[in-house]
C-alpha cells in the first residue's frame, strides 16, 4: 500500500470526514460496478454501495493491513449485496444435494472467440441462486468455505449452485459460440 493510502487509512480511522471523502472518491466507482454485479436496480446498487462505506467507516479499527484496503472494502460491499438478497428472501436451498458428484470447479476453460463481457453478460442470464454462487466463485474468487460462510449455507450447497450455474453458463454460451460461427 502506497503512504499516501495508509495515510488515508489512519485518519478514516479518527474519524476524519475528508479522508474518508477522498477514500469514497478512490473507491466509489469500482465499488458501484461490484454492487451492479449482485444488485440489477442501479439505485439499490447505489444505496447498497453506499451503506457499504458507512459500515467500513464505522468499522474502521478492524481493517488490518494485512490484506489490501480495496479487498476488504469489496467484502463489505458484496456482504451488503448479498443483505439486500436476503432480504427480498432469496432462499439457498440443500434440494438434491445429496446425489450429486463433486465436479472440478477449476475447470472454466471457455472458447477463445468467447468474450469477458459475453460470459458476464450470461452469467447475468442465470437464476438468482445460481448466479450469486457463480459470481462470488468466478468473477470475485472465493471459495467454496467462503461462500458457505458468507451466504449461510452448507459448502455442498455452494458446490451444487456452482455446478448448475456452471452448466447453464455453458449451455448459454454454446448457443452464443454456435450463433457467431454462421
Keep these: 500500500m502506497h503512504k499516501l493510502d ?5 485518519l478514516c480511522k479518527k474519524g476524519n470526514e475528508v479522508a474518508q471523502m477522498q477514500v469514497y472518491d478512490k473507491y466509489a466507482q469500482a465499488m458501484f460496478t461490484i454492487a451492479c454485479r449482485y444488485l440489477i436496480n442501479e439505485e439499490d446498487a447505489k444505496d ?3 451503506e457499504g462505506f458507512l459500515k467500513a467507516f464505522v468499522n474502521m479499527d478492524s481493517y488490518k493491513p494485512d490484506a489490501t484496503f480495496g479487498a476488504w472494502l469489496k467484502r463489505i460491499i458484496i456482504n451488503q449485496c448479498l443483505d439486500v438478497l436476503k ?11 445429496e446425489n450429486l ?5 477449476d475447470n472454466w476453460d471457455f472458447d477463445n472467440s468467447i468474450s469477458k463481457q459475453n460470459i458476464l453478460n450470461a452469467i447475468e442470464q442465470l437464476n438468482e441462486k445460481h448466479k450469486i454462487v457463480v459470481q462470488l466463485y468466478l468473477v470475485e474468487g472465493y471459495d467454496h468455505e ?3 460462510e ?5 459448502i455442498k450447497t455452494s458446490r451444487t449452485h ?4 456452471k452448466l447453464k453458463l455453458q449451455e448459454l454460451l ?3 459460440y454456435n450463433e457467431a460461427r454462421y
Design 6 to 10: 495508509t495515510k488515508l487509512i489512519q
Design 48 to 50: 447498497a454501495m453506499q
Design 87 to 97: 432480504k427480498r428472501k432469496i432462499e439457498f436451498s440443500n434440494d438434491e444435494v
Design 101 to 105: 458428484k463433486v465436479v472440478d470447479d
Design 146 to 148: 467462503e461462500i458457505s
Design 150 to 154: 458468507i451466504l449461510e449455507i452448507p
Design 162 to 165: 456452482l455446478r448448475r450455474g
Design 174 to 176: 454454446k448457443v452464443k
